[in-house]
């Protein structure tokens, strides 16, 4: 019972995720990331790591997805279906890109899970968050760092967005905003 849910679960964040890469309203993009945001939750509870369940949900379904919302309507980004669909040449490159980088990802997860012992010693209590902390500072401190940076550009370019969106704007506009 327990592998049919992982199944289901595994199946609805990757279709979730899907969604999110092609539906062409942005709006329901968000909406399917929060679909897989659940799914992904959802197979933490099978995990029994909960707390890391519970701060899946508040912080990326809940904080994460509010503000994708709110960028979106504060960009004012429409429904996109009106827009020239892609060539041929760039959906080609697209599924390579796509399928090279699942071969890489599946290559670099087949060669840790081949060689990697136990995180911790058999028969030593601790909980799920301790142990996620321990690997994460411990064993993964330097990418852990280089995604704060990748976030921290995020933020930095959404500013710059914000601030080139408002100065387009012209003053009757601004007063509705």
Not at 11 to 18: E, P
Not at 74 to 81: K, Q, T, Y
Not at 107 to 117: I, L
Not at 146 to 166: N, P, Q
């Given at each position: 019972m327990e592998t049919l849910l992982y199944l289901v679960f595994g199946?609805?964040?990757?279709?979730?995720?899907?969604?999110v890469i092609v539906n062409r309203n942005p709006v329901y993009s968000a909406l399917s990331l929060v679909l897989t945001m659940f799914a992904i939750s959802a197979?933490?509870?099978?995990?029994q790591a909960y707390f890391v369940a519970a701060v899946q949900i508040?912080?990326?379904?809940?904080?994460?997805?509010?503000?994708?919302?709110?960028v979106i309507m504060?960009?004012?980004?429409?429904?996109?279906?009106d827009l020239p669909a892609s060539s041929g040449t760039r959906r080609f490159v697209g599924a390579l890109l796509g399928v090279t980088f699942a071969g890489i990802v599946g290559?670099?997860?087949?060669?840790?899970?081949?060689?990697?012992?136990p995180a911790v010693a058999a028969g030593?209590?601790?909980?799920?968050?301790?142990?996620?902390?321990?690997?994460?500072?411990?064993?993964?401190?330097l990418p852990f760092e280089?995604?704060?940076?990748?976030?921290?550009?995020?933020?930095?370019?959404?500013?710059?967005?914000?601030?080139?969106?408002?100065r387009d704007l012209d003053s009757s506009e601004a007063d509705n905003v």
């Open positions: 199946l609805v964040a990757l279709v979730g995720g899907v969604l197979l933490y509870i099978l995990q508040v912080v990326y379904a809940g904080a994460i997805v509010v503000l994708f919302l709110f504060l960009l004012n980004l429409g429904d996109e279906s290559a670099v997860v087949w060669e840790y899970a081949s060689t990697a012992g030593t209590d601790i909980d799920h968050t301790k142990l996620l902390a321990r690997v994460l500072f411990q064993n993964y401190l280089v995604v704060s940076l990748v976030l921290l550009a995020a933020l930095v370019g959404v500013l710059a967005l914000i601030r080139t969106h408002g």
